[in-house]
């Protein structure tokens, strides 16, 4: 079984729990500007190849939760489909 598969059941009960504030909340939400200068220098010394390994784990960990939080807004413009306001 594939990993958005194992992560759609895992979000099952979240998914059923949604509202339409929730759901546009979700699609609404972006990454604050600090955090994203940080992560700006991550990535450019990403594709330097001068991460030290904390910054490498910190850099996969973003990437990581930006995957998680695309598939949450994916699950909510579904819900929002399934469920105009």
Do not use: C, W
């Not at 059923?16 to 600090?34: C, S």
């Amino acid at each position: 079984m594939s990993t958005v598969s194992y992560l759609d059941r895992f979000f099952e009960p979240i998914i059923e729990a949604f509202t339409p504030a929730l759901a546009h909340k979700l699609i609404d939400f972006r990454v604050d500007p600090k955090i994203q200068a940080h992560i700006g220098v991550l990535r450019r010394k990403a594709n330097e190849g001068t991460l030290t390994p904390e910054e490498d784990a910190e850099y996969k960990d973003f990437v990581e939760a930006v995957d998680v939080m695309s598939i949450m807004q994916s699950k909510a413009r579904q819900f929002l489909a399934k469920n105009p306001v």
